[in-house]
């Protein structure tokens, strides 16, 4: 039930892109992805629907592919404010609640 | 103004102690939520509960336990400390995001480092 996150971790210069995926064995109907940063507590970034549209915060957007029950977070130009570790938290299609499942998280560093 | 508070920030007690953690959210939110982060970062759905109903996973010791004395606080109670229960502990709140309703973005308080020795 737990999403599977891929990378594990990365590291990217400024101004790259990145790519971080989640994935499902199960019907998701609604992905979520947050960000932490070290000792701190994870920040909201966006939730993607089952039927819904790519979303996108500043220079960061994430789609979400119903039929392979996976998600993409898309990170362009990336600026050193985007390293930590990026959670995909999913909540199943026909269950009873919309509980948070998180992935193991991808750490994400960007260097100068 | 906090949005998400907790306290306390850390928490040292030793194995069979019990203790309580707070936390109290001032977003105007329905539901809140207890996770557990271990020292790998896995973040880890704990209790969701609102008004309505509660859901406990079912992997959580019944030594855990959550009380809610109004709409804006959820605590923790934790009985019979073990070693393993070392972990940080984050509450969050949402505006609906249980069932019977599309779900929401969750808020996370800072934390509380729990460390049992």
């Known amino acids: 039930q737990q999403p599977v996150q891929s990378p594990q971790a990365v590291i990217l210069r400024e101004g790259e892109d990145a790519v971080i995926n989640c994935s499902s064995s199960?019907?998701?109907?609604?992905v979520h992805w947050y960000r932490q940063k070290h000792g701190e507590a994870p920040v909201f970034l966006m939730i993607l629907l089952k039927g819904g549209e790519q979303k996108g915060h500043e220079k960061i957007s994430a789609s979400f592919n119903e039929k392979k029950q996976q998600s993409s977070l898309y990170l362009t130009a990336s600026q050193l404010s985007y390293s930590g570790t990026y959670f995909c938290g999913t909540s199943l299609a026909g269950a009873g609640s919309y509980q948070l499942t998180f992935g193991k998280g991808t750490k994400l560093s960007v260097i100068p | 103004d906090t949005a998400v508070s907790q306290t306390p920030k850390y928490l040292v007690t030793q194995m069979g102690n019990d203790k309580s953690i707070k936390c109290e959210q001032n977003?105007?939110?329905?539901?809140m939520y207890w996770y557990k982060q271990d020292s790998k970062k896995f973040l880890k759905i704990m209790f969701s509960y609102n008004n309505k109903e509660l859901i406990i996973n079912e992997t959580v010791p019944n030594r855990f336990s959550p009380k809610s004395p109004d709409k804006a606080h959820l605590n923790l109670h934790i009985n019979s400390l073990e070693l393993g229960d070392s972990a940080v502990y984050f509450c969050a709140s949402s505006q609906g995001g249980l069932a019977g309703g599309p779900p929401r973005e969750q808020y996370f308080g800072p934390g509380t480092r729990l460390t049992v020795t």
């Open positions: 199960k019907a998701l109907y609604s």
């Open positions: 977003l105007g939110h329905d539901t």
